[in-house]
């Protein structure tokens, strides 16, 4: 599908596929078919990548440059509250003072700048739309990444916080843990799928040219610079959260460690107890002649003394040496 766009007095107005002409400051490409995509290669006089060739992960192969137009392509995160978040590759074409995306699905951050777009149509060059989409995007990741944060803090209090006194604190159970184990996983391959987002965008920064005309953007290269300085500390903000998720993982796995060796304690510690009223009933059950008790009325309650006995001493002795 064709999006056109137009500036129309400095404003930013939406065209229909049958409108890709010379005027278009923005050809939107999504999911294009080859006959779209033709058209658009004769318009311009460029060859529109395809989807394998998008997907390619050379350096030289995402970024390129055919005299006045650059070709960048970055990994956008996409589906990032749903089940199944993927990175999608998203193609920017700057042509000669027009900007072309070429998509196979529609980024969160995407769809925020078009929205955007709707209600603040104004725009000044290719350049600017450029920058727009790019700004829209590392905010998404921002916002990707505090949600990411905000569910690792309810684990990690979970895991280690004491509950308030008076409060008694119900033991985590299986099926918690479980639930624990996979929101670090899904946090962590969230994670490093907007890292390749950020690192994607930090190269297309890094790629495009700092001057003013050449993008069409007043001050440009401080633009480009507090864009760079943004997806710096997102980087840097998502290496402590992958540092976060590993040690979070840790200690979930070291808390079903402890319940399952309390599990197995409590079984030792069963064990030990009836060890020895089992001796003192296999003795008075052996089918011998001459065992005097067993002839006395007083024989049956002294093997249960007995046993009674021999059950509370190792009893005694864990609970004083605080092994149970």
Known sequence: MISTYHRIDGRLVRGG?????????????????????????????????????MQEIEVSSRLSRDGDTLFMTAPVLTNSTGFNPE??????????????????GTPQGLAAFIARLE??????????????????????????????????????????????????????????????????GRGGDLQSKARDTIMGLRRVITFLPGEDETLGVKDARARLKTIGRDLQSLSEYGDFLANKVMFLLDATLGMINIQQNQIIKLFSVMAVLLMPPTLVASIYGMNFHHMPELDQPWGYPLALGLMLVAAIVPFWLFKRKGWM
């Open 87 to 104: 990175n999608i590759s998203v193609t920017f074409i700057l042509a000669r003072s027009r900007l072309i995306t070429v998509r196979y």
């Open 17 to 53: 596929a049958e409108s890709v002409a010379a005027d278009a400051l923005w050809i939107d490409l999504l999911s294009p078919t080859p006959e779209e995509e033709r058209a658009v290669e004769d318009l311009l006089g460029i060859d529109v990548p395809t989807r394998e060739e």
């Open 119 to 184: 209600r603040h149509p104004t725009v000044a060059s290719a350049g600017d739309l450029l920058l727009g989409m790019i700004e829209s995007l590392v905010d998404r990741m921002a916002d990707v990444l505090e949600r990411i944060a905000l569910e690792q803090d309810a684990i990690s209090h979970r895991i280690f916080h004491q509950p308030d006194p008076g409060r008694s604190r119900r033991r985590a159970t299986s099926r918690d843990m479980e639930v624990m184990l996979r929101t670090i």
